[in-house]
Every structure is written in C-alpha cells, then in structure tokens.
C-alpha cells in the first residue's frame, strides 16, 4: 500500500433527454431556467403584475448604471476642468512669484536701493537740487470760424477726446 491519500468519488446519475441520450452539464444548467415553472409555484401570478415588476427591476439596474458608471465619470471630467484651472492660477502665481523675486534681487543692490529711493520717496543726492515739474493745463483753443479753421478744431478735438467708433449706417449720406 502507498502513503498516499485516496479519494472516492461517486459518480452521479447521468441525466437525459427525451431522446434518451446524456445532456451536456451546459445543457443542464439552461435547462433550470428554460423549464416553465407551474402557476402554483408561481411567485407572482398575472402578465401584467410580472411586467411591472420586470420594468422596476429594469429601471432599478439602470439607476445602479448610472451609479457606478455615468456619476463617477462626469465627477471625474468636471474635476479634471477644475484641475485644468487650478493649474493655469497656480503657474500664474508662480510667474508672479518669480517677478517679485527678481524685484527683490534687484531691490538688494545698492543702485536698485538708489533708484527705489529716489522713485518712491524723493531722495536727492548731495549737490542735487530737486525740480517738480506739473504737467501743463489745457490751453483753450479758440480759433476763428471759416474752413481751414473749423477742420483743425475737430481734429484737436479728435486727439485729445477720443471717441470710441460707431459704425455708421449706410443709408445715411456723409458730409464731404
């Protein structure tokens, strides 16, 4: 005798069909769902109950679909938008950042000190007489009524007001 453990098996019965030959183990499987279920058996009795009941279980599958597939993807797109936006803000804070440093190394020489002294506060050096200077008023411009005249003012008029451009009809006739 060997040291080895021995099993038995029973062999079970081997079903057949109505032609008296084996089923295939696949056949028998499909052949639970496929056999009719007698009415006393029944859990719900009626066509029109068993429809709305497989119409509730339909939408019930549909909603756990949408559950597990469609929600999880547009949360996913939308924070993949808000990702996109959170960068474009944080290479634009970086790029300011970056600024502010390199007007911090400038800032830290003494010709940058000099010259955000002399900007910011007003500070002359020894020697240097400080002048302000105002810009000039508005001089009025009064000029005769006549043809050459009348164009140079609108055109003064133009370059210091400006006017933002309207399209102009065109039914309507411009002077020349």
């Known amino acids: 005798m060997t040291d080895s453990h021995r099993t038995s098996s029973i062999q079970r019965a081997r079903r057949t069909g109505s032609e008296g030959r084996a089923l295939d183990t696949r056949q028998v499987r499909l052949a639970e769902f496929t056999r009719p279920i007698a009415r006393n058996r029944q859990l719900v009795k009626g066509r029109g109950k068993r429809t709305i009941i497989g119409l509730g279980a339909l939408l019930v599958a549909a909603a756990l679909a949408a559950a597990l597939f469609v929600l999880p993807v547009k949360a996913w797109m939308r924070q993949r938008d808000d990702i996109a936006v ?35 506060i007003g500070v002359v050096a020894p020697g240097e007489m400080r002048l302000s200077v105002l810009p000039a008023p508005a001089a009025p411009l009064t000029l005769p009524s006549g043809w050459p005249y009348d164009t140079v003012t609108q055109i003064v008029a133009l370059r210091t007001h400006p006017v933002s ?12």
Not at 87 to 112: F, I, K, M, S, Y
Not at 165 to 176: D, E, L, R
């Open 86 to 120: 959170q960068q474009h803000e944080l290479d634009v804070l970086r790029q300011a950042n970056a600024d502010l440093a390199n007007e911090v190394a400038r800032l830290q020489t003494p010709a940058g000190a000099k010259e955000a002294a002399r900007s910011e």
């Open 165 to 176: 451009p309207t399209p102009v009809p065109a039914s309507v006739p411009t002077a020349p």
